[in-house]
Structures are given as structure tokens and as C-alpha cells.
């Protein structure tokens, strides 16, 4: 059987939304780690540790040929997109929702997209083509009203900054990630996501030793979602933090590209930022102006419909 008649398109929008909702779940569930004092920095390096040991163990244990590296050029690519793209998006998106909402830090981290396509105009001469310009177009209108402008600025000024700094980092590891992909590397996307994940923990061992981690904010139980009334041990929001909202992902990612085209996966990848805004107003009390839901809303058709006129889609890293 072929693998066009092999596809499955409600089992990949299953597996995708699954995934769309994890991570979600997973802005909630950061945010209140960050909540107890612990630094972004410390938890972007806490997350990208773990979760390196995780998808390293699934690769020794799977393909240990994926481990290789072929000369110091790839080497460099790989350095890149683990420093540039994984740590730097990490760092920026958890400082950012530390400071504004979780949905609205995720809406600006995925203009990404159009920040590749102005890169590729000026670096690479390819034309914007007007599908593109018209998403930005709209996608802009929608961060206006997020902002709402008219009032002046309604939102964190420095969580602003760190979440178009996550969207420029989200922007490397979009191109460093597809030349990691392309030849002459021809990296799975298991390894190179291992790799980012690698790169980002080695640097932050370096900056921030492990001797001087402050564990003693993981130590205690938290109640996490409000008045739910559950106290869970702390240590168990950075296991799913980890395994859920972090490799279990990653995995589901990949099996929906299976029964999914580009577009298709490009559509419910914009699930993504309404979802965490939905879970988070559910179990933290994080509320937005109708201006703001709105713009949400306008900000994500626009990238959208930017984002269907790709031929291969864009895997999106929190």
C-alpha cells in the first residue's frame, strides 16, 4: 500500500491536537514553576538537561549510528541550532510568560515564520511571495489589537521584548533546523532535535553550574491550578514539563506528519496559542481583554494563511 492510501488525516489532526494541547498545558505548567522564584534561565537549563538524558537514552537504545557527526562544518550547524535556536528560544519564551499572558507570548513567538521568509528576501534574494505579505499583513493587525495601541500599552513592556526575542531565536532554529535536515548533513529529526537539546545543556552547565543550582525551589508541593484544591510535589510539574510537554510532543509531532500534509499540520499547529490561552484562564486565572481574544484570533488566521502555501511544515519549540 502507498503511503499517500496509508494516511489517515483524522488520526494525524488526533495526534497533532493532542500535541497542540500538551503544550499548551505545558505554558500553564511552567509558568507555575516560575511562579515559586526559581529563574528562567535555571528552568530553561532544568528542562533542556532532562529532556537531552530522555531523547539520548531513545537514541542509544534505537540508532546509536544517529550520534555521529560527519565533520566540523556539521558540527557547527548543529552548535548553532542548539545555542541560537533551542536554548535562546527556551530562555526567551519562559522569561516572557513570566511576565504577560501565556497565549499572547505564544501568538508573537510564532511570527517566526515571516521573520525566515524577510531573512531569505535579504540574505537570499528569494521573493516574498503575496501570500505572505498578506498573512503579515493580518497577523500584524491582530498583535495591534493584542496590544491595543489606541490605550497605550496594555501589556508588560520588557515580556514584549523577550517574546519577539523568542520569535527571532525560533527564527534560527527554523534555518539552522532545515539545514541540519537538508544535504550534505541529512540529519533525522530525532537526532538533530538531541543535538539543539545537547548544545542548549552544555552551555547552560557553563554559564550556570550545576554545583549552584537552586533546588531548593523544586523541593515543595504547589498548588498549582487555583482553587482545585490538588497540592501536588513540585517535582512532578517538571517530570511533565519533561516527558509530556517536551518529548512526548516532539513524538506526537512526528507521528501526525505521517497522515498529514504541510498545510494540514500548519493549520492545527495554530491551535497551539488559543488552546494555552483556554488552559490557562481554566486553571490559573489568566484572563484577556475581548481585545485581546480577538486579536489572538486575527494574529493566528494570519499565519495561517501565510503558512499554507509551505510545502513541509514548521515544527514550533516553547
Known amino acids: 500500500m502507498s503511503s499517500r492510501r496509508a494516511r489517515k488525516p483524522l488520526v494525524g489532526y488526533g495526534l497533532y491536537l493532542l500535541a497542540a494541547a500538551l503544550f499548551g498545558f505545558n505554558g500553564t505548567v511552567s509558568k507555575t514553576l516560575l511562579?515559586?522564584?526559581?529563574?528562567?534561565?535555571?528552568?530553561?537549563?532544568?528542562?533542556?538537561?532532562?529532556?537531552?538524558?530522555?531523547?539520548?537514552?531513545?537514541?542509544?537504545?534505537?540508532?546509536?549510528?544517529?550520534?555521529?557527526?560527519?565533520?566540523?562544518?556539521?558540527?557547527?550547524?548543529?552548535?548553532?541550532?542548539?545555542?541560537?535556536?533551542?536554548?535562546?528560544?527556551?530562555?526567551?519564551?519562559?522569561?516572557?510568560?513570566?511576565?504577560?499572558?501565556?497565549?499572547?507570548?505564544?501568538?508573537?513567538?510564532?511570527?517566526?515564520?515571516?521573520?525566515?521568509a524577510i531573512w531569505l528576501r535579504l540574505a537570499k534574494g528569494r521573493a516574498i511571495g503575496p501570500r505572505v505579505l498578506v498573512g503579515m499583513a493580518v497577523a500584524f493587525l491582530g498583535l495591534v489589537l493584542i496590544a491595543q495601541v489606541w490605550q497605550g500599552m496594555q501589556l508588560n513592556s520588557l515580556g514584549v521584548l523577550f517574546a519577539w526575542g523568542a520569535a527571532v531565536s525560533l527564527s534560527v532554529y527554523f534555518v539552522m533546523g532545515e539545514v541540519a535536515s537538508s544535504p550534505p548533513y541529512n540529519r533525522d529529526p530525532l537526532s538533530v532535535t538531541l543535538f539543539g537539546f545537547a548544545g542548549s545543556s552544555l552551555v547552560w552547565a557553563v554559564v550556570q553550574p550545576w554545583w549552584s543550582f537552586p533546588w531548593h525551589y523544586l523541593s515543595g508541593l504547589s498548588e498549582p491550578w487555583g482553587n482545585a484544591g490538588w497540592r501536588l510535589p513540585l517535582w512532578t510539574l517538571v517530570a511533565f514539563m519533561v516527558l509530556l510537554g517536551t518529548v512526548a510532543t516532539f513524538w506526537l509531532v512526528l507521528l501526525s506528519f505521517r497522515h498529514l500534509t504541510a498545510a494540514q499540520a500548519s493549520s492545527f499547529g495554530m491551535a497551539e496559542p488559543v488552546l494555552a490561552s483556554i488552559i490557562a484562564w481554566l486553571l490559573i486565572g489568566e484572563s484577556l481583554s475581548g481585545w485581546q481574544v480577538i486579536g489572538i484570533g486575527v494574529a493566528a488566521l494570519g499565519i495561517l494563511y501565510a503558512e499554507r502555501s509551505r510545502t513541509t511544515p514548521m515544527e514550533f519549540v516553547e
Do not use: D, K
Open 35 to 116: 511562579a515559586t522564584g526559581i529563574s528562567a534561565a535555571r528552568l530553561s537549563q532544568l528542562r533542556a538537561t532532562l529532556a537531552c538524558v530522555v531523547l539520548l537514552a531513545i537514541v542509544l537504545a534505537s540508532n546509536r549510528a544517529r550520534l555521529r557527526i560527519s565533520s566540523w562544518a556539521e558540527l557547527r550547524v548543529l552548535a548553532v541550532f542548539g545555542i541560537a535556536g533551542v536554548m535562546m528560544t527556551q530562555f526567551m519564551y519562559f522569561y516572557s510568560i513570566h511576565l504577560i499572558p501565556v497565549g499572547i507570548s505564544l501568538i508573537i513567538e510564532y511570527t517566526a515564520p515571516f521573520m525566515v
